[in-house]
């Protein structure tokens, strides 16, 4: 399974577009890439999901570079209901196959 | 839209004694996944059933044990507790029949388990 590396916590203030990076070297051909969205006690909510190039969304897009070797989900004019945590997933689309929580990015948006 | 549905949403048991929880996944969604989070933890996995078969084991304690039914709903029953079991137990659901692309899972709101 390919680790992913995500910084640990970033700041931010309402309106501001905000870029998460996740480093995913070992990534293979079938992987997928997804992030997830978690609220403190709540289950974590699908963001986006993508394989390569670019994916845009009604919240968010995401930017694969060619080698795939990372990933960045960029939220346009953050909220304050933007804070959570930030976790990218990489894995397969085999029947069953989980994905594994890494360490995830707490965002903190303040006004 | 349906979602992921957990019971219950609250559990407490004493140290020793046995728990069950139960998961019903989206609507035609046929692979269930058992995620445990404690305390300022990140999700860990426990366990998958795709068609009602085991399809992938994580870190789950022998004295865990879960089941997918014929109804798609599962079940994760968990026995001598130990205090240190006291977390968040997430149920999460996908669909992945045949030309499905990417494994999108979808997550339940969760079961708090507090053992004491």
């Known amino acids: 399974l390919a680790k992913t590396t995500q910084p640990i916590s970033m700041d931010s203030y309402e309106g501001q577009e905000v870029n998460i990076t996740c480093s995913h070297n070992?990534?293979?051909?079938?992987?997928?890439i997804t992030w997830y969205q978690q609220f403190p006690s709540q289950g974590p909510r699908f963001i986006i999901q993508?394989?390569?190039t670019k994916v845009t969304n009604e919240v968010a897009s995401l930017f694969i570079p060619a080698d795939r070797k990372s990933s960045t989900l960029s939220l346009p004019r953050v909220s304050l209901s933007d804070t959570a945590v930030y976790y990218c997933l990489v894995g397969a689309n085999q029947a069953g196959t989980a994905l594994i929580f890494g360490k995830g990015t707490t965002l903190s948006v303040s006004s | 839209a349906a979602g992921v549905i957990q019971s219950p949403r609250h559990l407490i048991k004493e140290k020793r004694e046995t728990a069950t929880l139960k998961c019903y996944p989206i609507p035609r969604h046929d692979t269930v996944y058992w995620y445990q989070q404690g305390p300022g933890q990140d999700p860990q996995f426990l366990i998958s059933?795709?068609?009602?078969?085991?399809?992938d084991k994580g870190s789950i304690p022998d004295r865990f044990s879960a089941q997918q039914f014929s109804d798609y709903h599962s079940e994760l029953n968990m026995s001598s507790l130990e205090l240190g079991d006291s977390a968040l137990y997430f149920c999460?659901?996908?669909?992945?029949?045949?030309?499905?692309?990417?494994?999108?899972?979808?997550f339940g709101e969760g079961s708090w388990l507090t053992v004491v």
């Open positions: 993508g394989y390569k």
């Open positions: 999460a659901s996908s669909l992945e029949g045949r030309g499905y692309s990417g494994n999108t899972i979808y």
């Open positions: 070992n990534i293979a051909t079938n992987d997928y």
């Open positions: 059933f795709y068609e009602k078969m085991q399809s």
